[in-house]
């Protein structure tokens, strides 16, 4: 390739390497506009003044260290470098640090306007209508292109589907936008055919929306919500309608908002607060007819079990008569065994009479028993005693024969060391240890010598 020749890749690096080294790091005043906050936490805006603008970014480290929230239409100054953004051949600022400048142009307007205003009471709780529960007819102010009309549609789509739509178009941005607002808000008035009237628009910059900052659109709003509209030609006095502004996103905020009778985040939003009534109705409805499909459903198995309990005590007639023919042979079978019942006593009373005949006369034998008893128990008593006497005269003898007796009467019993009675001298021999066994005690001796010679003293 010539070297005279360049790739599109070189040419833009060449490009910013040339703005970076011609431009230091300067700064530049203007108007945020067009401001975007990246997912990552970058913010991406224009910077302009009357006659130009130029890009920005100004990346997360350095848009975190800003002590307000950046909006559009404030006038600020930046530090920036002036570069270029390869990729695309865009011409940016990175913008390094911020300072405020002043309130923009446009915000300036927007702060004059809603004092203004606000002086006047449009903004007043007071004045602001309540919103129909359920309304049946909802007007739409918006253009029939604008994406927030679909959003609106699909909502009511998807939560009140009955409910009937009827749009009123008009320019939602230019010159020819508030002119255009005014006229579809009179022309809503002047129908009468709308229980709440939607005023919406999506998203963007602070010049996309300023046709709802215009005080124009802010009286006409304030004049629909608080104000009765003139009379009919017949005379009658249309009630105001109330107005939900659902204009740009979460963050925008604009004069239409302040006045309206409700301010929506979105235009979804908006969709989703005029029909809150139906789709609160929807889920109440729900609920309640489950609890009466169970309601139902508990009563009528209480019912079946009930009919099968009455089923249950139902008896065909051939039964009842089968239970009827039993009965009635049981009777008579009962009917015939008391016959013979009565058969039967009366030859049972026959053989108690034939008994008591035959019965035996007792009394005699009674009172020989008595008889003999006594002399039974006098006879016992009389051996008994006899008995007695012999025991003692037993026990006497068994006494004067006891050796405890003998002791008694000074004698002693002796034993060997083995513990033997000692009967006779020649058991022991001189210097024998002998146990003398007294009636009171007992003594050891020591025999000193043995005479076997046979005493015949008397003891």
Known sequence: MPADILTVSELNRQARLLLEQRFP?????????NLTRAASGHVYFSLKDSQAQVRCVMFRSRAQLLPWQLENGQQVEVQALVTLYEARGDFQLNVEAMRRAGVG?????????????????????????????????????????????????????????????IIYPTLVQGAAAPAAIVAALARATARNE?????????????????????????????????????????????????????????????????????????????????????????????????????TMQLKIEARMQAVDRLALRLIHPAQRLAASRQRLELLGRRLHTAGQLTARREALAKLQLRLARARPVLQPAHQHLDRLTRRLRQ??????????????????????LSPTATLQRGYSITHDNAGRIVRDAAQL?????????????????????????QSTGNL
Not at 115 to 126: C, I, N, R, V, Y
Not at 382 to 398: K, P, W
């Open 379 to 400: 006879a016992m008593i009389t051996l008994t005693a006899a008995q007695r006497d012999r025991l003692t005269r037993c026990s006497g003898a068994l006494a004067a």
């Open 194 to 294: 709308c229980d709440v009237l939607l005023i919406v628009r999506g998203g963007g910059s602070i010049e996309d929306l300023w046709a709802f900052n215009d005080e124009a659109v802010a009286r006409a709003i304030a004049a629909h919500c608080g104000i009765s509209p003139a009379p009919t030609s017949a005379g009658v006095v249309p009630p105001a309608i109330p107005i939900i502004a659902g204009i740009g996103h979460e963050t925008d905020l604009t004069i239409a908002d302040y006045v309206a009778d409700r301010r929506a985040a979105t235009p979804t939003a908006a969709a989703e607060l005029a029909s809150a009534g139906w789709f609160a109705a929807t889920q109440e409805l729900a609920e309640l007819a489950k609890s009466l499909r169970h």
């Open 105 to 165: 142009r446009l915000y300036e307007l927007f702060v004059r306007l809603r004092e203004k205003l606000a002086g006047e009471g449009l903004f007043d709780a007071a004045r602001k209508r309540e919103l129909p529960r359920f309304p049946r007819r909802v007007g739409i102010v918006t253009s029939p292109q604008a994406a927030a009309l679909q959003d609106v549609i699909a909502t009511f789509l998807r939560r009140a589907p009955h409910v009937e739509l």
């Open 429 to 453: 021999a001189a210097g024998d240890k002998v146990r003398l066994q007294f009636a009171v005690g007992a003594a050891i001796a020591v025999v000193a010598n043995v005479d076997e010679t």
């Open 25 to 33: 790091l300067l700064w530049v005043s203007g108007e945020i506009s």
